[in-house]
Structure formats: structure tokens, C-alpha cells
């Protein structure tokens, strides 16, 4: 059954093989120092995830992101379309549509793939990011600009371990 509260969200999310991190409402990222180091041990999340009022990021030590940044329906849908055809059943997290995010498992050594450069049409921007490595994603809690919780259409984050997720290899993402 689904966690109540956001600190038992953490510990479900550390229990399945993620590394959560405190984020602070109204923030997209960690603003703490050495953020990257944070270890989420059961300690660490009942002091720093209270159970409302946080907003937990998974730290990229082995998970991977790609990040659909586009405003454009029509686009965003193309690439989201895209995604789902050459790798079904990878998760798919929502803040703020039609921009997506699809979440997938890295090896022990993981990958780097330099983003897409940003692309400007009147008001609309478009790039798609490639997170591995460093930084984090937003898993759960309100979106900052439309205050709306982050959502996972299909299957859910803290239903599935991350020996699910499939690992996708580098030469697969640059594709």
C-alpha cells in the first residue's frame, strides 16, 4: 500500500535502492552543502523528511533521467511517444505537463550524454537533458510552479525496486 506520509515515502524509496534527498518546498533541487554526500540512512530520514511540507529528490548515484523539457504539446508528446517505443515500462514521472521525465536503472560505472541544445520558438523552449552521474531528480511533492503534486501516470516510484528498472545502456540513450 502507498506510504502516508513523506517520511514514510523516504523509507520506502531508500528500502527499494534509491537515494533519497530533502529538497525544500518551493525548490526543483537540494540547497544544502555536499547535498551529493547525503546519506538517507532510517536516522537521517526521520530527522530530515517530516511526514508533510518536503520534497524528495533521487539522487543520480544509479538512477538515470531523461528529462523532457518541452512546453510544446506536440513536441513533448513526439519525444515522449519516442521514449515509450524504444523502451516500454520505464517510469514515468509528471510536474509540470506536457514536460515529462522517464527514470531508468545505470550500471556501476555509470555514462555521460551531453544534453540536447536548447531550442527557442517564440515564448517556447525545448531541450532534453540526460541526467547520470551528478545531480537529482524530483520524485515527489509539490511542483513549484504550479503547486501540484508530482505524479507518475503508470506505475509508481515507491512500488518498484530499482532491480526493475531497466538498465539502459549509453549507446541506447544517445540514440
Known amino acids: 500500500s502507498k506510504p502516508q506520509n513523506m517520511t514514510a515515502l523516504a523509507h520506502r524509496i531508500a ?9 525544500q518546498p518551493g525548490s526543483k533541487g537540494p540547497r544544502f552543502p555536499k547535498w551529493e554526500q547525503y546519506e538517507a540512512t532510517p536516522e537521517a530520514i526521520n530527522r530530515d523528511f517530516p511526514p508533510q511540507g518536503i520534497v524528495i529528490g533521487i539522487k543520480h548515484d ?20 519516442e521514449w ?12 509540470q505537463a506536457p514536460k515529462t521525465a522517464f527514470v531508468f536503472r545505470l550500471p556501476d560505472v555509470p555514462y555521460t550524454i551531453r544534453n540536447t541544445d ?11 537533458e540526460v541526467r547520470t552521474k551528478s ?16 505524479h507518475w501516470p ?22
Open 15 to 23: 528500502e527499494l535502492g534509491y537515494h533519497p534527498v530533502p529538497i
Open 135 to 150: 545531480g537529482q531528480i524530483v520524485a515527489y511533492g509539490l511542483h513549484p510552479k504550479t503547486g501540484k503534486p508530482y
Open 84 to 95: 515509450i517505443s524504444r523502451f516500454p515500462n520505464t517510469l514515468e514521472r509528471v510536474g
Open 118 to 128: 536548447k531550442a527557442k520558438k517564440g515564448d517556447l523552449e525545448a531541450q532534453v
Open 62 to 81: 544509479n538512477l538515470g533521467a531523461v528529462d523532457i523539457d518541452v512546453y510544446c504539446p506536440e513536441l513533448a508528446a513526439k519525444l515522449r511517444d
Open 154 to 175: 503508470g506505475k509508481q516510484l515507491w512500488e518498484t525496486p530499482i532491480s526493475d528498472l531497466r538498465m539502459i545502456a549509453e549507446w541506447e540513450v544517445q540514440e
